[in-house]
């Protein structure tokens, strides 16, 4: 069963097609630029085509998803005869709000409640059903699944998820913590499940998801108990450009201080400014920002303690309310790659018994365990796969139906 998997942003559209006898990738890629003029990369895995990089037309997501099928199925770089090789298509959608505790199979019912989820993400949604619309034009009759990042956390306790403001911007609006990256937490914890060997009951496990976007969850049995992320992605720790949690008083002052800019443009600077991006001045990304240090930068240096700061922080938080942890868990772009960061996050926790091996941890992109001597938890570096959750979900739902 051959299963392609769709992230559609707003002028982006990656996708990767699995083999899910073998749970390979057949090809991937991605089209840049929708909407603007258009750049496709496709890269084949398997059967050893050339890769395909070049700008082409992409005016709307219909056509990008054409230009993927073509490639797909092209003599010079494909890796499937025809459209009817794709079984199913799988969809990354960013917010599921009260209604989706888990994956499902698209139909008019589900696209209605999904749109309705767009309040809470007004960018990504909109973004995502594109992608959904694209599909069903180019493939009608192709099963399509919907797999939400805020899912996993649906098993919060509500004294976790509620914000102590008015109830019922809640029972009216459905405000609430929801957390993202919950693909990348639920795998990323299982694997710690696996790895420690003796099923899901009685485990704790902190997760955390450092890439551009930045969250943590607390995984308590198997299941979610408390991430950083809230109601959207700016709250929790500081990331590339957000903010994180700050006073937020700071919206109206900023406006203030900025000759009286809106709401909206405050809330940007606290989304596109801000961040390690903010306070080093360098960039969003840990390369540079490592690089910048090392050149003697103070602020590249403050950039990166104060992330470090605030994720030991929330780490620390995390194994108080779960009386303890089994297994703490880095992934994504900087949890995987950045051995100083890693360092640094641990550094603030020997207090709570977490000690990593400094040889160990010199490790970028691949699973490893990084256990230090007496630490009260297990340690590791797993890469997250959201795409193969994606995957995977869209088959066990298209099973269940037929
Ligand atoms: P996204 O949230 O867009 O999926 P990723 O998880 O791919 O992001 O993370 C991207 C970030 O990972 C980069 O912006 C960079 O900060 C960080 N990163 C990637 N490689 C390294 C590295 N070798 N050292 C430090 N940071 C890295």
Redesign the pocket.
Known sequence: MNILVINAGSSSLKYQLFDMDTESILAKGVCDRIGIDGHLKHTPVSGGKPVYDSDVPLPTHAEAINAVIEKLTSSEYGVIADLAEIDAVGHRVVHGGRKFSESVLIDEDVLAAIEECTLLAPLHVPANLTGVDACRKVMPGVPQAAVFDTAFHHTMPDYAYTYPIPYKYYEENDIKRYGFHGTSHRYVSARAIELLGAGAQGTKIVTCHL???SSLAAVKDGKCIDTTMGVTPLEGVPM?TRSGTVDPTLLDLISTIEGGITLRESLDILNKKSGVLGVSGVS????DI?AAKLGGNDRARLALDLFNYQVAKHIGSFIAVMGGADALVFT???GE??PNTRKGICSFLGGAGIAIDESKNDV?GEYAEITGAGSSARVFIVPTDEELVIARDTKALVACKA
Not at 284 to 287: M, T
């Open positions: 890439g551009n976007g590339g969003s990304d840990f390369r490592e994504a772009g900087i790659n950045s970028k």
